[in-house]
Structure formats: structure tokens, C-alpha cells
DNA sequence: GTGAAAGCGCTAACAG
DNA sequence: CTGTTAGCGCTTTCAC
């Protein structure tokens, strides 16, 4: 009975007339718009109580022209596919989004590629859209912007009109890098991931901020930029320690495991004879022999406040456009 | 102009006006359906993409009652969070709904709150659904059958009467089993996860059958269940080394990161005094020193067949009832 | 405080 | 082969 009940799809009609009211009236007692008498509201609440009564999104939808879906857009490239940041934020969104009554769709780009994006705008099939890594020059963002659909990026940009969520990359990698030095290390060097995402490049700056911070120089030969893959990760760290380097930071996670067989192949021993630190502290480098220093954020939180960004924004509430979460050095003995 | 044009919202009744013919008739160039003559046909279809119109899919999900949305749930149990598996599979999803004009809406739900994906059914937001973790006694499974909203599973049951796509763990893990029994692995133990978990059981039953194939006994003292948490693994991991086993096989990869964990501070060095295997080869495996040995699928097949059952589902298409994807076996050093 | 009626954009009989 | 007419379930003026 359970069964016939919910797929009845009871009606607003269907109350109106069992309760002797107008559509309108039930449809204001649900919506808490427009005056409508104490006692009516009740009356119907508790009949919808009752008879399990759940409203049409869709019907709402057409009606409002709005969708309560906003788009989730999660990274297709093939070495971007198991990093778990994008899966901790979406965690973050759907949990924050649900909260509000609101649905996630998902879908998939890739640096070239945002054919999955405009079949979600085109078809109206979201209200906003969270961009998860902007990039330098973005596709998605300029569709998004000539389309005039309102989104949040988890990033960084110049632009100050683009509602932004992010720890900041630039002082966590400058703190790392400063922290580094003053412990001793004499020679850092940096391997990091492609350019073109704003993030790798933050990272980057935040590297040459530390030195500066310390009042030391960079040496060229000791950053490795654009290391997209374990073979261009591998002639960076290659060419890094034949610079006599003694502690290498990674820009993330992926790059470190690359780093890491690197270096077993080398037989170099972590942390006797290099040192390494990378970012975001997954399981990869939580459960490492030796563990590894990294910089630890609370990702599922940047993916709340973003979903809570895009929502407010979609429904005219005021939001502050750039929005940082804290982030955490956790030095391990990969750094000792 | 461009920004307007999209803004612009144009339907099928301006375009109706504009050609001089029905509603009708436009709705049938698009769709296809009905008859219709084929330089009138031409003549909406060109109009069409010269004015750039795109169908408001809440209209035509309103009037079709389909959402032309499926869903995705996702477990939001902490120790699942970072697991590539997931994020691998709703790549896939992803792709070939996309290819079939389907669209992916995520929620999330843990072993006993389903509220997420309550609200999802109940606000008619998707057409069918997609379980990615079922479990022994899921309330999920229980909750979509009761609300006769189709569905597929990632995973094994027992009752033919639902959809689902797997790679066959148990024959997997027998097999994984029996070759380490047969390269003269005398002892070997199992550290398995949540036995509420399908794939857990499944991979145990493997584990069971591989001895028995090779007319072995298992020692009860060799097998440590529903270690869900590191603690609970570091107890397994010393009770088989006091049983002096010789290779341990771990049924995920976060089990296997946390045994190696373990090993580690028993100063155990892996392949020379203990071997390990594990299951999926993810990145932390994979980049591991030494390589671990593991059974590795293509995810994201998973994924692409199972969102291909679900649409061909709903849309009353044949479909098999249990579909298998291949998984390969990795041999690495950690088991030499 | 409540109701009647129009309409969101599309589909689907039913006629012609 | 094409057009007319009703809806899908809800919101929203505009009267009363």
C-alpha cells in the first residue's frame, strides 16, 4: 500500500478537492507565499502529512523556470581521474545542496573539451554551475560567462566579479617552502604539474614567494614546471638532483607517488638522502613509509561553502566573491 | 548578440509563427516521431539551427513525466571518501549518459541514511538509479523497490530479478588465491573490510574457494573479517603474523595501505619477509615500492555498462539482467 | 483571506 | 501529412 501510495502522485488538485479549497490555496499554504489564514495552512499541512503528499519538481520547475539543480563540473582528464579532491568536494556539495533543496548534476569536462557542459545549459537543465578547476584560459568559463549562467569556480582567478572558493595555494606553498628553508634545507627544488591549471600555478608563485620571504634565491635548474606525466616527473627529478638538490616539493599528490618511484629507482632514501612535501594529504601520502609533509585542507568544507555560494547567489542573496578555507602544514618525517 | 540569443529563450511556437505551420509539426521534425513530410521536416530543422534553439527539457519532461535524469549514489562512509573507485565509475556514467542525451544527478548515502536519495524519488527528479556500494541488507535497495523506481547495481546479489554489473569477485579472488597457494605461498592470510559490503563477501567466498580448488585447508586463525577501521586492521595484521603467514591479501586498497602501515612498524619488509596483494589498482598500488600485486578492472566500463542498463531499462529496451566486466591479474613484486 | 483563470513549453490523441 | 485541442502540475496575476 506503501507502493501505490507514493507512485499515485497525489496532486495539489487532489488535496484542493478533498479539502473543498482552491488550488491556489493549497499551493500557498505549501510555499508559505501569500497571505493565507492560520488555520487553512494547517488544515492542509496536515492532510499533505497524511496522505504523503510530495510536490512536482518539475511541474515547479516549468512553472518558476527554475530547475533547483545547480552543475557540479569534475575534471575528465585521465591523470586527474583518481585524485580524491574532486570526489571530497562533490561529497561537500551534495551535502550542502541537499540541505537546501536542491539537486547536483554532474558532468564531465576536459581542457578542450566542454561538450557536456552546454548540453547541461543548453537543455536548462541546471540553475549555476561549480567549476572545479579553472584553468588559464578556460573554455568553460567563457561559454559560461557568454551564456550568462551564474557560477562559482573552487580556484583562484584575478577576476574579481567571478565568485571564487579556495585555500590559498600561494601562502600555504610560500609558508611550506619559508618553512623548508629555515629548517635547513639549503636546496629546494620544485616538480609541478601542468601550468595551465590556475592552481599549479599558484602553487608555483607561492614557491618563489618563499624564497623571496627568506631573502633567498631560486635557481632555474631547480623547478621543474609542466611535469604532466611519470615521464616528464621522472627527467625533472632526474635533472633535480644532479643539481645537487635536497629536498624536492611536489604539487600534489600524484606527482609526489611519481616523485617517490623516482627516486627508489635512484636508490635514494627518503628522508636520509632527499627530502620530499607535497599537497593535499591523501591516503596515498597519509599511509606512505616514511609519511610525507603535506598541506592539509578540509576539501569537503570548500565544497559546502561552494554549494552554498551558488545557491545564494543563484537566489539573489548577497555572498562575499572570494571566499578562502583554511589550510594545515603537517610536517612528517619525510621532511625530518 | 550571442549572449542575447541564448537568453532569448526561444520555443516551439515561435518557431511555429515564424514558419507559418503548427506546434505540431515543429515538435514532430524534432522529434522524429510521427509522420511528417520530409522538405517540411528540412525546413523546421534548418530554420532550427540557424536560430539556435534548444528544447526546454522541463517542458518536455512534464508533459512526458521523465526527467531524462538518472541517478547516482554514492557512500559517504569516511573510509570510502578518497577511494577512486567511485569517482572511476561516475566518469563513466557520465559518458554514456551524456551520449544519450541522459543527464546525472549524485547523492550520497551511508549504510543507514537514505535521506538523500529519498528526496530524489520523491521529487520525481530522475528516471532510475544507479547503486554503486550495495550491501548485505541495503535500505536503499529495500526503499527503491518498495517505490518501484527502476534500478541497477554495481555489485552482486543473489536476486536475479535485479540489474547488475559487476566484475566477478569471487572467481577473482579464487583465482588470485590459488596462484599465490601455487607459487608456494604455504600460508596464506586475508584482511577483509565491512562484510556488510557485497564485494567484501563476495572476495571472502573467493578466498574460501581458492583453497578449496587446491585441496587446501583454511586455518581460521588466517583470516581477520570487517576490519572497517586502522586499528582494527593493525589487530589483523599481528594476529596473522603470530600465525606465521607468509602473504596477506588485503580486499581494497585503503585495507592494504593500512596493513602496509602495520608491516612497517613490525620492521617486516615486503616481498622478502611477508607478501601482499590487493584488490584494484589504484594509484596508491600502483606507485607503491615495491609494487604491489593486485587485480585490476576498467572501472569506468563498469560504469559506461551500467549506465547503458539503467537507460535502456527505463526506455523498455532488452537488456541482460547480470552483466560481467573482465578484471585482470597483476603480478608485481610484492609477491615474488 | 481565497478563488478563477491564464500560462510555463512541450507532447499526444484525435480529426481532417 | 498536418492542425486542433487538451493537458502535464504548479505558480501567479488579478479580482472578489
Known amino acids: 500500500m506503501n507502493k501505490e501510495d507514493e507512485l499515485k502522485n497525489i496532486t495539489i ?26 488555520d487553512t495552512r494547517n488544515r492542509v499541512l496536515g492532510y499533505i502529512e497524511k496522505c504523503d503528499y510530495s510536490p512536482n519538481f518539475i511541474a515547479k520547475s516549468l512553472a518558476q523556470s527554475k530547475t533547483f539543480n545547480i552543475a557540479v563540473i569534475l575534471p575528465a582528464d585521465s591523470n586527474l581521474i583518481e585524485t580524491p579532491f574532486f570526489q571530497s568536494c562533490l561529497m561537500g556539495i551534495c551535502e550542502i545542496t541537499a540541505s537546501m533543496d536542491y539537486d547536483v548534476v554532474v ?15 543548453k537543455n536548462h537543465k541546471v540553475d549555476g554551475v ?23 569556480i573552487i580556484g583562484s582567478m584575478e577576476n574579481p566579479e567571478i565568485i571564487q572558493i579556495d585555500s590559498n595555494h600561494v601562502t600555504a606553498c610560500s609558508d611550506l617552502t619559508a618553512l623548508l ?28 614567494d618563499g624564497f623571496k620571504k627568506m631573502n633567498r634565491q631560486v635557481n632555474p635548474g ?12 621522472r627527467q625533472g627529478v632526474t635533472q633535480l638532483i644532479k643539481n645537487n638538490v635536497d629536498c624536492i616539493i611536489c604539487t600534489d599528490d600524484l606527482i609526489c607517488s611519481q616523485t617517490i618511484t623516482a627516486l627508489d629507482e635512484m636508490k635514494l632514501r627518503i628522508p636520509e638522502e632527499i627530502k620530499i612535501a607535497s599537497f593535499y ?14 598541506l592539509n585542507v578540509n576539501v569537503k568544507e570548500i565544497g559546502i561553502k561552494a554549494g552554498k555560494q551558488i545557491i545564494d547567489f543563484i537566489n539573489g542573496n548577497e555572498i562575499q566573491t572570494k571566499a578562502y578555507v583554511n ?10
Chains 1, 2 share one sequence.
Open 107 to 121: 558532468a564531465t569536462t576536459t581542457e578542450d573539451d566542454i561538450t557536456q557542459l552546454k548540453r547541461i545549459i
Open 181 to 208: 628553508l629555515m629548517s635547513g634545507n639549503s636546496s629546494i627544488g620544485l616538480v609541478a604539474g601542468n601550468l595551465n591549471h590556475i592552481v599549479n600555478q599558484n602553487r608555483y608563485e607561492g614557491f618563489l
Open 130 to 152: 561549480v567549476l572545479t578547476r579553472p584553468l588559464m584560459n578556460d573554455i568553460a568559463i567563457n561559454y559560461l560567462k557568454s551564456t550568462g549562467t551564474p557560477f562559482v
Open 13 to 38: 488538485s487532489d488535496i484542493a478537492q478533498e479539502l473543498g479549497i482552491s488550488k491556489t490555496t493549497v499551493s500557498r499554504a505549501i510555499s508559505g507565499k501569500g497571505r493565507i489564514g492560520e
Open 222 to 233: 631547480m623547478v621543474c614546471l609542466n611535469c604532466t606525466n611519470a615521464i616528464l616527473v
Open 327 to 336: 589550510y594545515e602544514l603537517i610536517m612528517k618525517e619525510s621532511t625530518k
Open 281 to 294: 594529504n591523501s591516503m596515498f601520502l597519509e599511509h606512505h613509509h616514511p609519511p610525507i609533509t603535506a
